[in-house]
């Protein structure tokens, strides 16, 4: 199996990027260039990177650079040892006869430190297709589930939370009944104080366990924002408790029976995000019509699965979709965060089937309005095979802004950008 990056690393880099957004300048830099300033090339044409080693802007003279060349997640086929005399060397990588994505990783060693610079360019990323297939009762299971599910009533607990409450806005703790009894789902809920009918915001939350404060921010455009948790546990406890939670029972949730489609844990978290849609439509301030989900990374992936999946959905943003084409690692792809089948345990038939009842892939190709996705291509946590795979199977317009440096993070333009997206598409379905 020819995978790079280990589970731990992946998961360091998720904390990472969650907690600090856009990675900090550091003492060194490398500065990895392609001959094409687009960074997009044919398949078969030559690829070449310039490799700069900088400190406070000035190259660094007679550096040593170690460097890698790999397609997208996969091991290296080809690594050396460049002597950058002028703190500059050039690289010529393998081409690639079929749409994909090569990245050319570098290391330095300075004052004790090993530094590294990534670039990642695209090989007719727009022809990609997905390797998960689309099963024949895909459409049926769901449907199946979500009628199911319809049957449990939502139990509906709201809590003010006056310490969060501005002068426009209340912010109240939602717990309702999920998918089935005695399961729960909770999330905060930000929603204008004047009288009205507002527009709704689904927020999808990214990987792992943790607290929600209430998006007020966006509730005070005249919005109601619902953000949820997807574990069936309260969102408005102490840090320690997610903490405890995310390394203790909950440690590895997103493979809890993946060798059965019926009890896989993720069937809880989808239904979960149709429950909340159920929550908002009973609403008496919902305007009936125009709800938008919005997530990045897991909440990426939810916000497609959540738009293919219920019909109430008009429309969606999602930044760097995570559980995009997860099966890729068997075929000798990248795969989709989890990274699940990038382990030899779980390459089974009975896991590698679930999985297509939940993968992104399968949703996207479900849906049918319009959406504004954002990524870059050296996001090693949900790579840019598998976010565009989903994205080249989706019909429906669609708007996509890439920022090709970017790893698993955004920058605040492209937070802007798809705010503003958002904002328009409301003022235009009014």
Same mark, same amino acid.
């Given at each position: 199996m020819k995978i790079t990056r280990s589970i731990l690393l992946i998961a360091f880099l998720m904390l990472f990027y969650r907690a600090f957004g856009q990675p900090a300048e550091r003492l060194i830099r490398i500065q990895i260039t392609p001959n094409h300033t687009d960074w997009l090339y044919k398949p078969g044409e030559k690829i070449k990177f310039s490799i700069t080693v900088l400190k406070n802007n000035v190259p660094i003279?007679?550096?040593?650079?170690?460097? =890698?060349?790999?397609?997208?997640?996969?091991?290296?086929h080809k690594e050396g040892i460049l002597q950058a005399e002028k703190g500059t060397a050039t690289v010529?990588?393998?081409?690639?006869?079929?749409?994909?994505?090569?990245?050319? =990783?570098?290391?330095?060693?300075y004052g004790g430190r090993e530094y590294q610079g990534i670039v990642t360019v695209g090989i007719n990323p727009e022809k990609l297709k997905p390797i998960t297939s689309l099963p024949e009762d895909f459409l049926n299971f769901w449907k199946t589930a979500k009628l199911q599910a319809q049957k449990t009533p939502m139990d509906v607990q709201m809590t003010l939370v006056p310490e969060r409450c501005t002068e426009k806005v209340n912010v109240f703790h939602v717990n309702i009944q999920n998918?089935?009894?005695?399961?729960?789902?909770?999330?905060?809920?930000?929603?204008?104080? %004047?009288?009205?009918?507002?527009?709704?915001?689904?927020?999808?939350?990214? %990987?792992?366990?943790?607290?929600?404060?209430?998006?007020?921010?966006? %509730? %005070?455009?005249?919005?109601?924002?619902?953000?949820?948790?997807?574990?069936?546990?309260?969102?408005?406890?102490?840090?320690?408790?997610?903490?405890?939670?995310?390394?203790?029972?909950?440690?590895?949730?997103?493979?809890?029976?993946?060798?059965?489609?019926?009890?896989?844990?993720?069937?809880?978290?989808?239904?979960?995000?149709?429950?909340?849609?159920?929550?908002?439509?009973?609403?008496?301030?919902?305007?009936?019509?125009?709800?938008?989900?919005?997530?990045?990374? =897991?909440?990426?992936?939810?916000?497609?699965?959540?738009?293919?999946?219920?019909?109430?959905?008009?429309?969606?943003?999602?930044?760097?979709?995570?559980?995009c084409d997860m099966v890729g690692y068997i075929h000798n792809r990248a795969g989709g965060w989890p990274h699940m089948f990038n382990k030899q345990e779980n390459q089974t038939a009975e896991k590698a089937n679930t999985a297509r009842y939940y993968d992104a892939v399968n949703f996207a190709r479900q849906i049918k309005v319009p959406g504004f996705y954002s990524f870059g291509y050296n996001d090693m946590v949900c790579p840019p095979t598998t976010t565009y795979s989903a994205y080249n199977v989706i019909q429906a317009p669609k708007q996509i802004l890439v920022s090709e440096e970017t790893a698993h993070y955004a920058y605040p333009e492209q937070w802007a950008a798809a705010w503003k997206w958002v904002a328009d598409f409301f003022q235009q379905n009014k």
């Amino acid at each position: 199996m020819k995978i790079t990056r280990s589970i731990l690393l992946i998961a360091f880099l998720m904390l990472f990027y969650r907690a600090f957004g856009q990675p900090a300048e550091r003492l060194i830099r490398i500065q990895i260039t392609p001959n094409h300033t687009d960074w997009l090339y044919k398949p078969g044409e030559k690829i070449k990177f310039s490799i700069t080693v900088l400190k406070n802007n000035v190259p660094i003279p007679d550096t040593e650079i170690r460097y =890698q060349i790999s397609e997208d997640m996969m091991k290296p086929h080809k690594e050396g040892i460049l002597q950058a005399e002028k703190g500059t060397a050039t690289v010529e990588a393998k081409t690639m006869e079929r749409p994909g994505f090569l990245r050319c =990783q570098a290391f330095v060693k300075y004052g004790g430190r090993e530094y590294q610079g990534i670039v990642t360019v695209g090989i007719n990323p727009e022809k990609l297709k997905p390797i998960t297939s689309l099963p024949e009762d895909f459409l049926n299971f769901w449907k199946t589930a979500k009628l199911q599910a319809q049957k449990t009533p939502m139990d509906v607990q709201m809590t003010l939370v006056p310490e969060r409450c501005t002068e426009k806005v209340n912010v109240f703790h939602v717990n309702i009944q999920n998918y089935e009894s005695h399961t729960r789902l909770y999330g905060m809920l930000a929603m204008p104080k %004047a009288k009205g009918r507002y527009p709704a915001v689904l927020k999808l939350p990214g %990987a792992g366990i943790r607290s929600y404060a209430g998006d007020v921010e966006h %509730a %005070a455009n005249g919005w109601i924002v619902f953000e949820i948790g997807i574990h069936g546990i309260p969102v408005n406890m102490s840090g320690p408790v997610y903490t405890n939670l995310y390394m203790g029972a909950l440690k590895g949730y997103h493979t809890f029976n993946l060798d059965n489609r019926d009890k896989y844990y993720y069937k809880r978290v989808y239904l979960g995000c149709v429950r909340a849609i159920d929550f908002i439509y009973s609403l008496p301030q919902f305007d009936g019509s125009n709800l938008i989900t919005f997530g990045s990374s =897991q909440g990426g992936g939810l916000s497609i699965v959540t738009a293919g999946l219920d019909s109430r959905v008009k429309g969606l943003v999602a930044f760097y979709p995570a559980l995009c084409d997860m099966v890729g690692y068997i075929h000798n792809r990248a795969g989709g965060w989890p990274h699940m089948f990038n382990k030899q345990e779980n390459q089974t038939a009975e896991k590698a089937n679930t999985a297509r009842y939940y993968d992104a892939v399968n949703f996207a190709r479900q849906i049918k309005v319009p959406g504004f996705y954002s990524f870059g291509y050296n996001d090693m946590v949900c790579p840019p095979t598998t976010t565009y795979s989903a994205y080249n199977v989706i019909q429906a317009p669609k708007q996509i802004l890439v920022s090709e440096e970017t790893a698993h993070y955004a920058y605040p333009e492209q937070w802007a950008a798809a705010w503003k997206w958002v904002a328009d598409f409301f003022q235009q379905n009014k």
